[in-house]
């Protein structure tokens, strides 16, 4: 499988702030790149999804995409204590590659 | 959205026997993917099932240990097999929507926990 990468947890940011969540990937020609959360107990749930470089919004989520730099980002703005969960990064090569994922907690 | 439904929830297994995960889509599917996590980890991929053929399995993973079958467009199962402790772990169907309904993900069901004692 491919290998993606995450930035380390966990990330506990205030309410109301940024949490920002890093993945790159090794493989140069991946073409899609997904972001799930995942609540404890639960499975994984789709939040974004983006497969051209820039900027992708829906609502206070963005993913950002840099396929030279083979960066792939989300910014959680205006975080609220609901969006403390493992985020995972994912590469879709016809299957998905999972990183190790990033435990966000959002203190009141 | 798709709607997928996994079974059992969850189960208890003694070590040496076997547990067959049924996943079900309420549409029709080309692949169906089967995942892995176990305690504290994300996900890894199991295997790919598609109809009609035999499922392509991942490095580490193999027939004899997680037998699947697919035989329609809207059902699978996964099967492990002599379980052990190591095999105590979440196991996940997951369907690409993509291709029926445009760019969307991958769906999950809601997972099978597996506890091996």
């Known amino acids: 499988q491919k290998e993606v990468e995450q930035n380390s947890g966990p990330l506990s940011v205030p309410e109301g702030a940024i949490a920002s969540l890093n993945c790159t990937y090794s493989?140069?020609?991946?073409?899609?790149f997904f972001w799930y959360r995942q609540y404890s107990g639960k499975s994984p749930e789709l939040i974004m999804f983006?497969?051209?470089?820039g900027d992708k919004e829906d609502g206070r989520f963005t993913a950002q995409l840099n396929k030279a730099s083979q960066y792939v980002s989300l910014l959680i703005r205006d975080s609220q204590p609901s969006d403390s969960a493992t985020y995972l990064c994912?590469?879709?090569?016809?299957?998905?590659?999972f990183g190790a994922g990033t435990t966000v907690t959002v203190r009141a | 959205s798709a709607v997928i439904s996994q079974k059992p929830s969850r189960d208890i297994c003694q070590r040496g026997t076997s547990l067959t995960i049924q996943c079900q889509v309420d549409?029709?599917?080309?692949?169906m993917f089967w995942y892995r996590q176990q305690p504290g980890q994300s996900l890894t991929l199991i295997a790919t099932?598609?109809?009609?053929?035999?499922?392509?399995?991942e490095s580490g993973f193999v027939i004899d240990k997680f037998p699947i079958s697919r035989p329609n467009l809207t059902f699978s199962t996964l099967t492990v097999s002599n379980m052990s402790p190591e095999d105590s772990s979440i196991y996940l169907c997951?369907?690409?929507?993509?291709?029926?309904?445009?760019?969307?993900?991958?769906?999950f069901g809601s997972g099978t926990r597996l506890t091996v004692v």
């Open positions: 997951s369907v690409d929507l993509q291709a029926a309904r445009g760019p969307g993900g991958y769906t």
């Open positions: 493989d140069r020609g991946s073409q899609s």
């Open positions: 983006i497969y051209s470089n």
């Open positions: 994912a590469v879709n090569d016809y299957k998905l590659s």
């Open positions: 549409s029709q599917v080309t692949m």
């Open positions: 099932a598609n109809q009609g053929s035999e499922a392509t399995y």
